[in-house]
């Protein structure tokens, strides 16, 4: 069975603890409610109201997460409303 060996500085722990590997490989990131919110607006809104094409855009501002390469990561910034390819028309999120 594999272990973890979680280790600090000398003064404050004696010894190392370990952890058993299965109880953390089975310990899912929990998800946060803006995500969970984020996906519903973005799904109520796949469709523009105008001319009911699929042709729709989200419309974020630039204030997400930047990723190794110095880009914003997709999805991570303030949703603020919606454009259609389409016909062109706009509206707030």
Do not use: K
């Not at 952890?19 to 519903?40: G, K, L, M």
């Not at 855009?57 to 949703?79: C, H």
């Amino acid at each position: 069975m594999s272990h973890l060996a979680l280790l600090t500085e000398c003064s404050v722990v004696d010894e190392p603890r370990i952890y058993s590997f299965a109880e953390f490989a089975t310990q899912r990131a929990p998800r946060t409610i803006a995500a969970d919110e984020r996906a519903r607006v973005e799904f109520r809104n796949r469709c523009c109201p105008i001319c009911n094409r699929v042709t729709v855009e989200s419309i974020e501002l630039n204030n997400g997460n930047l990723g190794r390469n110095g880009r914003m990561v997709p999805g991570t910034g303030t949703l603020v409303g919606f454009s259609c390819n389409a016909c062109g028309h706009e509206w707030p999120a």
